[in-house]
């Protein structure tokens, strides 16, 4: 990976809500047209590492450096700007709006120029989100889950970004219905999308991702190309372990 | 039947006002989950300004509009001023930020024009219109027109321009509006300027039948704010139809009871669904549907 390349770099990245300390010195890279995914159980810290790297929580410590500069005190409302759009756990919709009304506040504080190409982003999400189309007359809050998460991902592409942050994606959806958002994904990475994808799942996230990060309280542990952590002993006993007991094949 | 035509009359006139008054307090709700107790004092403001601008030799829209454009402005800086640096947005605090700025504005406008009712000239001169044997002054038609064509603007811009669309979009999920891009900050401030709009419009229609005057804001304050409370504080629709059917209620009391109890409707009107029907007569879900 060349210094160049560098899309996103995290350095010593200490971050919390208030006096409560969550993130504790977090080394993250992600270099252009990578797919990375952050593992870890419930309660690691996996969505404030997103929220930390767009603003939404204040970074205490460390750097947060996006295409080789300091992102500071940069606010996310700045940072769509630049290229980063984040996918927010809980997928955050604006559910009495409509499906198209969603889309077009995606692409809300694309820079100038992207903006211009609203058209072509818009034609793009509905080829990869076909279901988006024929439902874009209606409220966000009526689709079903996986229309929502599709929905949420369809967002954050309008403002057409360099770098798409994903926060558990696959929650509480159908296997079906998660393989048809991994399969986007995939597709979006082969059209040379950077991504950044935050899992509890991690065998899935594993499977899609060159390379991985495992978190636990708020430190990495872990961290290697995706074959690697998928063979890793530690990693299959306790991140991997509940789901081969299961047996379950998605 | 006259007779209560007439009443209805005089209902949906100070109604239309008080629409106007619970459209600001729905909006400024509806960005900051706050109550905007100087709601009353921009209705004031709008009224002492048009006769400020009037006196000062514009002719009545110009002095009208610069009026509402003041009236605005001074919105904006209010929130920018006493609401922007409260940490977290707490509403509670909020609150308590517009109950003493309510105070300042009044005692501001009481040093800046004095304590007289001030008289601004009908929009329109001319003897009263009959409507099916009843009496409608032209300025009530002036009431009716304004308060129409400010629902209707409102409506346009929250539902076709971009800007409504992320005004709507801050109040209904503020990070994710950050996400995309929205300044959430900025949306806050703008729903107070366009609170304060509202509200000079308020003042300024009804100044030709009440007169201007300093403390007129914390009366219209209470009134607006049982409107909005009565339509359940959840949609534009919702504070219109509160606003009406409190000056219909009104309006009824005083002609059928007495109107002694005029101004005790809207108390017992606010104490009865704060009780009874917490969420208003409209509002359904508890929930902010701009
Ligand atoms: N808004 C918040 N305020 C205070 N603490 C929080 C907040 N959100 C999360 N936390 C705490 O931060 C820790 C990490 O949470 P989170 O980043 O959501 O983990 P993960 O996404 O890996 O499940 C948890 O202990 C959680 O309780
Ligand atoms: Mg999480």
Sequence with gaps: MTEAGVLLELDGVHAGYGRAAVLHGIDLTVAEGELVAVIGANGAGKSTLLKAIVGLVGVSAGTVAYRGAPVGAARPERLVRDGLALVPEGRLLFGPMTVSENLALGAYGAGRKRKAATAEALARVHALFPVLEERAAQPAETLSGGEQQMLAVGRALMSQPSLLLLDEPSLGLAPRVIAEIFAALDELRAGGLTILLVEQDARLALRHADRGYVMRTGRVVLEGPSADLLADESVQTIYLGTWQAEGDDR | ?290
Excluded: C
Aim: net charge positive; hydrophobic share 60%.
């Design chain 2, 1 to 290: 039947m006259d007779e209560l035509l007439q009443f209805l009359i005089a209902g949906l006139k100070n109604g239309s006002i008080y629409a106007l008054v619970a459209l600001g307090f729905t909006i400024v709700f509806a960005a900051t989950g706050a109550i905007n107790f100087a709601q009353g004092e921009f209705f004031m403001l709008g009224g002492m300004l048009g006769v400020f601008f009037a006196g000062l030799g514009l002719p009545l829209p110009m002095a009208a509009v610069a009026a509402i454009a003041a009236t605005a402005a001074i919105g904006a800086v209010f929130e920018l001023l006493a609401v922007r640096p409260i940490k977290g947005g707490d509403p509670l605090r909020i609150i308590m930020v517009t109950i003493g700025g309510s105070v300042l504005l009044r005692q501001m406008a009481l040093h800046l024009f004095g304590p007289d009712e001030l008289p601004l000239d009908p929009f329109t001169e001319g003897p009263s219109l009959k409507l099916l044997g009843a009496a409608v002054e032209r300025q009530t038609l002036w009431i009716w027109a304004l308060t129409g064509l400010a629902v209707v603007a409102l409506a346009l811009l929250y539902r076709r321009t971009t800007f409504g669309r992320a005004m709507r979009a801050t109040s209904i999920q503020r990070d994710a509006a950050r996400l995309v891009g929205v300044n959430a900050r900025a949306m806050v401030t703008a729903s107070f300027a366009l609170a304060a709009a509202l509200g000079a419009v308020a003042g300024l229609a009804v100044a030709p039948l009440t007169q201007a005057s300093f403390h007129v804001g914390a009366g219209m304050g209470v009134k607006g704010f049982a409107a909005a409370i009565l339509g359940g504080l959840g949609s534009p629709v919702a504070a219109v139809g509160g606003g009406l059917l409190l000056g219909l209620l009104e309006s009824l009391t005083a002609g059928y009871i007495d109107p002694l109890y005029k101004d005790a409707v809207a108390l017992v009107v606010l104490l009865v669904v704060l009780f009874v029907r917490p969420q208003g007569l409209f509002g359904g879900s508890g929930r902010v549907k701009m």
